[in-house]
C-alpha cells in the first residue's frame, strides 16, 4: 500500500515549457487535491476533485489545469510555467463521507524550480 | 470563509521541555480541526483531529490538542520534547458540513535544542 505517490520528485523548467504533475492513490479514496507549499504562506489550494469526473478551483488556480483522468490519478498541467510557478507542490487525497470533510493523505511533494 | 492563524513563526525548546502550539481559527459553524507535521523535505502526516465529543483529543508520537470553542483555539501541547520532533507544524480547518476543502495555516517551525 504505497498511498499517495507523485511523479517527478524534482523538476527544473524554462519559462514558457509545459509540464504535467501526476499524482495516483491506492486508498481508493474519492476525493484528491492539488496544493502549492510557498515559504511563509502554508498550502494553498490549487484545484480539487470531490469525485470522479469533477473538478473545481481552489484558492490560486491561474496557469493551472487539471484532469481527473480515473479515481485513482489526479494529474496537474503547467502550459506555459512562469517563474512565479517556482513552489513545492503536494497532491492529497481523503475518502468524503457523507458531504463532510475527512482526513487529507498527502504525498511526498515534487519540487519545481521554473528559470 | 474560514481562516486559520498560527501567530508563531518559530519556537525554540530544550529537549525534554513542554511545547504549545498556538492555532486559532475563524468560522462561523462547528469546525472540523487537523493538526499535520511536515519533516524537512517530506509530504505532511496527520498528528490529530477533532471533529466533535471529547474536546481533548490525542495524537501520535505524544501529541494532543485541546478544542476551545469560545476561543476559537485549537492548541498543540506535548509534555516533554523529543529532539525528533523538530519540525513544521500546520493547523488546518474544513468544513463540517458539505465539502471537503481544507484552509491551512501558514505553519510554526519548531526547533529543538539538545
Known amino acids: 500500500n504505497a498511498g499517495v505517490t507523485q511523479t517527478p520528485k524534482f523538476q527544473v523548467l524554462k519559462t514558457g515549457q509545459s509540464m504535467t504533475l501526476q499524482c495516483a492513490q491506492d486508498m481508493n479514496h474519492n476525493s484528491m487535491y492539488w496544493y502549492r507549499q510557498d515559504p511563509g504562506m502554508g498550502l494553498r489550494l490549487i484545484y480539487y476533485s470531490a469525485s470522479e469526473g469533477t473538478t473545481d478551483k481552489g484558492e490560486v488556480p491561474n496557469g493551472y489545469n487539471v484532469s481527473r483522468l480515473n479515481k485513482r490519478e489526479f494529474s496537474l498541467r503547467l502550459e506555459s510555467a512562469a517563474p512565479s510557478q517556482t513552489s513545492v507542490y503536494f497532491c492529497?487525497?481523503?475518502?468524503?463521507?457523507?458531504?463532510?470533510?475527512?482526513?487529507?493523505?498527502f504525498g511526498p511533494g515534487t519540487r519545481l524550480t521554473v528559470l | 470563509a474560514q481562516s486559520v492563524t498560527q501567530p508563531d513563526i518559530h519556537i525554540t525548546v530544550s529537549e525534554g521541555a513542554s511545547l504549545e502550539l498556538r492555532c486559532n481559527y475563524s468560522y462561523g459553524a462547528t469546525p472540523y480541526l487537523f493538526w499535520y507535521v511536515q519533516s524537512p523535505g517530506q509530504g505532511l502526516q496527520l498528528l490529530l483531529k477533532y471533529f466533535s465529543g471529547d474536546t481533548l483529543v490525542q495524537g501520535i508520537k505524544g501529541f494532543e490538542a485541546e478544542f476551545k470553542r469560545s476561543q476559537s483555539s485549537f492548541n498543540l501541547r506535548k509534555p516533554s520534547v523529543h529532539w525528533s520532533d523538530a519540525a513544521e507544524y500546520f493547523c488546518a480547518v474544513g468544513l463540517a458540513r458539505g465539502g471537503n476543502k481544507l484552509t491551512f495555516g501558514t505553519g510554526t517551525q519548531l526547533k529543538v535544542e539538545l
Open positions: 492529497a487525497s481523503s475518502v468524503m463521507v457523507a458531504g463532510t470533510t475527512d482526513t487529507q493523505y
